[in-house]
């Protein structure tokens, strides 16, 4: 009799052990699940990162980064972050995932991850509208004055591949295009749609030349082997394209300039 109790209270504790760890794995599971999704963009970089009135992350990759952090069932929190300084952010843990216009190079690829491609563009110039320059092929001259925004493929392409032209680098593309407008460089070296806005704003002073000279694209930055997050954000951007994200997006921040883009015979580029 006492051996049948005995028996019986072991089996019973038994079941409420495999049900503790049951649940406590579920609420594991969940916690989680519920970690934020930590994204680096530097919010400099408008209609793609910025800040609204109040001082709110907005944007297409702000929308981008939320939607996807929605799709894992996370939050997200946007984490501001010098240009420079998303890569080294990356590797040391500081943030999940860099979503921040950044073109997928090889050099990049070396110590960090990308996802699969989301936008294509590519390198133009925009020049100052008295400057004698006519394209690339005599941008690389003695005499010739070009800048570039620190740490972007523009800077990169600059730096190995001008020997005689003087490389300005600057940190803000603010600063860049105030120096081709007052006539201190000849050109600025960026990326397609960025040279376009640039030029419209200051039209009086520059001209841009907006067929890209290397073709680029956009891919979200991850952490060397995170293979498993590199495959939900691929399969999220098949279907947030095959949705229509993309085209939201280019609705919502950028109309006039894909209506500009079909005028002047561009690819859009989202």
Request: glycine share 8%.
């Amino acid at each position: 009799m006492h051996q049948k109790y005995a028996t019986c209270n072991w089996k019973g504790l038994l079941r409420w052990t495999c049900a503790f760890a049951l649940a406590m794995s579920s609420t594991f599971s969940v916690a989680e699940n519920a970690k934020p999704l930590i994204v680096g963009m530097e919010l400099a970089y408008p209609p793609f990162e910025m800040t609204d009135q109040s001082g709110k992350p907005t944007g297409v990759s702000v929308d981008l980064a939320t939607d996807l952090a929605k799709s894992l069932g996370r939050p997200v929190v946007i984490q501001n972050t010098a240009f420079d300084g998303l890569i080294p952010a990356l590797k040391t843990g500081k943030v999940d995932l860099v979503i921040s216009s950044m073109t997928a190079t090889p050099e990049r690829a070396q110590s960090i991850d990308f996802s699969d491609p989301y936008v294509a563009t590519g390198l133009c110039l925009l020049l100052n509208r008295k400057s004698a320059v006519k394209g690339m092929e005599v941008l690389d001259r003695p005499g010739v004055k070009v800048a570039v925004k620190k740490g972007t493929t523009g800077h990169l392409y600059a730096s190995s591949r001008f020997k005689q032209a003087e490389v300005l680098v600057l940190d803000k593309e603010s600063s860049a295009v105030l120096e081709v407008s007052q006539g201190k460089v000849d050109a600025f070296i960026y990326d397609q749609m960025s040279t376009y806005q640039n030029w419209r704003r200051n039209s009086e002073t520059t001209r841009a030349i907006l067929e890209p000279f290397q073709k680029e694209s956009w891919a979200i930055g991850l952490r060397k082997g995170n293979d498993e997050l590199k495959a939900k954000v691929n399969s999220f951007l098949i279907e947030y394209r095959a949705n229509g994200g993309f085209e939201r997006l280019g609705d919502r921040y950028l109309g006039e300039m894909k209506g500009e883009f079909k005028r002047l015979g561009y690819a859009f580029f989202l």
